[in-house]
């Protein structure tokens, strides 16, 4: 079946592309490089789902957020996560006034649009806990009163993987709130030659290229980004693959794979891939928009067992098996791609 009941393509909305090339842009005036990442910045944003980055220190995680943030406007915070953080400090608290004789509710730096939390894995569980509740219910709960984020809201944290004392691992459960993990990269070496020429000057003024109110309704334009239900079973295939590597072929990762990806997994691996597509200029899905997204939406929604970690396997070792055997079904595939076999879903 093809999209449009006459077998015609739907239209694409060429604003949301073009208000966000401006913002790619924008933001490049002051990155150097980094291309994947700040793609999938832009699906996230459309999205409306939170972005996990791990890399060493200094590859510009830290000033990609702001500049985003810059550039679409809106309210910023930036909160250093530390192991002495309490949940007060992220969320507010109510405080007693002497001269009123009555209790005023502080709110704090994470009712914001875009809130950066640098080191997320430094902050112990109890913060964790508090960052949870906003993510998934998008507000915060003071003195049993709720009080609603701003709309866009975006969770934008940091880690860094080489550091290991005085950290607190995420649990799977707040991972798993995470749309995408990406992993930053060294730059190429032209590109960090750049990046020291650029820092001999001063740093270039951003300007706001896209507000909240139009972010927001950019959302509603991608909402009519047609989706087959073959690019649906391709998504569900990918993980159903990682939960039962012996039905697909992919017997070998059994060993490796204690829990496989979760059904939030092809949910939001859906959901930017349509995001995907219309950045990319089309009004459809197809497959190369779930295969390229599969990796940062699924590698930290897998966990691996202590024989992995011992053998050095990566999720990202394991997603590549399971994208190089499961193959997505006609429906899917960009018109004039040549059929491919492929596995029947799993009943």
């Known amino acids: 079946m093809t999209p449009g009941s006459n077998g015609a393509q739907p239209a694409v909305a060429t604003r949301p592309r073009e208000a966000l090339e401006e913002v790619l842009f924008e933001i490049k005036r002051v990155i150097v490089g980094q291309d994947g990442m700040l793609e999938r910045l832009l699906v996230a944003l459309l999205t409306g789902g939170h972005v996990l980055l791990e890399g060493v220190p200094g590859l510009a995680k830290t000033l990609t957020i702001r500049t985003l943030a810059e550039v679409m406007g809106g309210s910023f915070s930036r909160v250093q996560f530390t192991p002495d953080l309490v949940p007060a400090d992220l969320v507010g608290t109510r405080i007693y006034r002497p001269d009123s004789g009555r209790f ?133 295939s990918l993980a159903d693959a990682t939960r039962n590597p012996q039905a697909w072929g992919v017997g070998p990762l059994g060993d490796y794979v204690e829990y496989g990806v979760s059904p939030r997994g092809p949910i939001r691996l859906t959901q930017a891939a349509r995001d995907l597509a219309l950045l990319r200029g089309r009004g459809h899905v197809i497959a190369s928009d779930v295969r390229d997204l599969a990796p940062d939406v699924l590698r930290h929604r897998l966990v691996l067992s202590y024989e992995a970690l011992a053998d050095g396997v990566t999720p990202d070792d394991v997603l590549e098996h399971v994208l190089t055997v499961v193959e997505p079904r006609s429906a899917s595939r960009e018109p004039g791609e040549p059929e491919r076999a492929r596995p029947e879903l799993v009943a």
């Open 104 to 236: 005023d509710v502080e709110l704090g730096p994470v009712l914001c649009n875009f809130l950066l939390a640098d080191e997320i894995n430094r902050a112990p569980a109890k913060v964790q806990s508090a960052l949870l509740e906003v993510m998934q219910e998008d507000q915060v709960t003071i003195g049993g009163r709720s009080h609603p984020v701003p709309h866009p809201f975006l969770v934008l944290a940091t880690q860094n993987p080489i550091e290991s004392e005085g950290t607190y691992p995420l649990p799977e459960a707040q991972t798993d709130r995470f749309s995408m993990k990406l992993l930053v990269d060294y730059p190429s070496p032209g590109e960090e030659a750049a990046v020291v020429g650029r820092s001999l000057e001063p740093a270039p003024r951003v300007e706001q290229r896209v507000g909240p109110e139009e972010l927001l309704a950019f959302r509603d334009d991608v909402r009519r980004v047609y989706v087959d239900r073959g690019v649906i079973a391709y998504a569900v």
